[in-house]
């Protein structure tokens, strides 16, 4: 299937598109690294896996050591920013303002709260919800819930428990 791309987003040479994504107004995927030491280096990659939303205002930056993925499904809202090198899995959501640190894994159906941070190198494990601007460093366990700052746990997350093993 078609690809959405709305004639106001940039999309890099370095990217590797899926298929059936939708690409809102004034994205910009695959500029280089935010990171002094790799910002005139030539620029790395991003690949982006099938049937993702990605509203408007994103900004996705290309890997330095590694490439910057997107999996499937995903729904990425405005005003995120991804950074370099990060992985995010299958069926993730990231809220409108989400900031994620370069280098950082969000594993499959988790989702990031409005304005929340991720410092770089974090690792969100499945099926964790993090509150709305929580800042979180480190990693988190899985089918959790994280909020405040510094994030702390404050449950478990059944809801995407029950997505991914349904009773």
Known sequence: MANFIHPTAIIGDNVILGDNNYIG???IIGDPAEH????LQPKGKVIIG??????????IDAGTEDITTIGNNCFIMKHAHIGHDSHIWDNVTISCGAKIGGHSIIKEYSNIGLNA?????????????????????GSTEEFSKYAG???????TNEYSRNLINPK
């Open 36 to 39: 002094k030491k790799y910002w």
């Open 117 to 137: 941070v991720l410092h770089q190198f974090t690792i969100i494990e499945q099926g964790c919800m993090i509150g709305a601007s929580a800042f979180i460093k």
């Open 149 to 155: 700052v510094p994030a702390r746990k404050i449950g």
């Open 50 to 59: 099938n049937g993702n939303t990605i509203t408007g205002l994103v900004t």
């Open 25 to 27: 107004a004034y994205c």
